[in-house]
């Protein structure tokens, strides 16, 4: 009887133990709810991201994920509102290279460095293409038209302060062309301009292309990233074609100040396990997401080179005071 009782009692002790085991995995993340704000309309990029990375992410941490979409001052008004929140982990903002840009050319009464990065989750590969018609196969095609065209050439972006425009300027500098680099307001009034030849090229998103793809109405000619894109091993990068010119477009999150390092310790082991998972791999994947996934110093550093990076690049441009 003693020997039942002692077996019964190490059984309900395993059971227990379990329990308590399964709570503390349930219970890694501080809170059960978490706000994430982003600059973005619903439906925008940002808004997107956090969506989908929202349900993958909440059942990973046992934590319920609320997007929040603060518009206005170019995400100057949500930066605010992250910044004042509570450094405890209930409350991140969607990272894009636009909330450097925003503080270094508005001046915002709180910028980008008033939160605190703790991931970066991915990058979002810029390519440049052409109409399908056009006689352009490679950038040195491109390059070439302008360098034996002077005042003839064409080269689109977004507005006049977007990532987009500074490669293309870049590329011109360095390539020692003279292209006007035509602003638009979006990607859509940029792509008819493409597409009718008012411009050779314009830069943009895989994403936002697929419907031209598709229809075989573009050609893209290069990837402007550290390397080929997995959707697109056979279109080169601008590098391998001799044209030094990257676009670190990335997508991540920050917190306020002094954000809780369980928080981001629990965050990061969360956001590791769900960019392997297969599901959620597919769905970034064919969105033509590239997983970075860089922890919270990695993250700091990254952001810092990047601001550097795009305040210089002011400065050349003349977009800011020398």
Request: aromatic share 6%.
């Amino acid at each position: 009887m003693t020997h039942l009782l002692r077996a019964a009692a190490f059984a309900l002790a395993a059971v227990l133990a379990t329990a308590a085991s399964a709570q503390a995995a349930q219970a890694a993340y501080p809170h059960s709810r978490v706000v994430l704000v982003t600059h973005s309309s619903p439906g925008g990029g940002s808004d997107v991201f956090l969506r989908e990375l929202a349900r993958h992410l909440g059942p990973a941490l046992g934590v319920n994920f609320a997007v929040e979409n603060v518009t206005g001052g170019s995400g100057a008004k949500a930066m605010a509102m992250v910044a004042r929140g509570k450094p405890d982990g209930s409350v991140f903002y969607a990272t894009t290279p636009t909330y450097i840009q925003t503080t270094l050319l508005s001046k915002p009464e709180v910028g980008y460095t008033a939160l605190e990065p703790v991931a970066i989750v991915f990058e979002d590969p810029e390519v440049v293409f052409t109409r399908a018609e056009a006689p352009f196969r490679t950038l040195a095609d491109v390059i070439e038209h302008a360098r034996r065209n002077p005042g003839k050439a064409r080269w689109g972006a977004a507005n006049p302060t977007s990532l987009e425009r500074i490669a293309l300027e870049r590329m011109s500098r360095r390539m020692q062309v003279k292209v006007p680099v035509v602003p638009h307001e979006g990607g859509g009034d940029m792509m008819i301009n493409v597409l009718n030849g008012t411009l050779d090229i314009g830069v943009g998103e895989v994403e936002e292309l697929k419907g031209q793809l598709q229809a075989g109405k573009v050609r893209i000619l290069a990837v402007l990233a550290d390397k080929r894109m997995a959707l697109l091993p056979q279109v080169p990068t601008a590098r391998e074609q001799g044209v030094d010119v990257v676009v670190r477009k990335f997508r991540g999150l920050a917190a306020p100040k002094g954000v809780s390092p369980a928080a981001v310790q629990a965050l990061e082991a969360g956001l590791r396990k769900v960019l392997a998972a297969p599901d959620y791999r597919k769905s970034y994947t064919e969105s033509s997401l590239v997983p970075l996934m860089l922890g919270h110093d990695e993250a700091v550093r990254f952001t810092g080179e990047v601001a550097a990076d795009i305040a210089r690049t002011f400065r050349e441009l003349g977009i800011t005071p020398r």
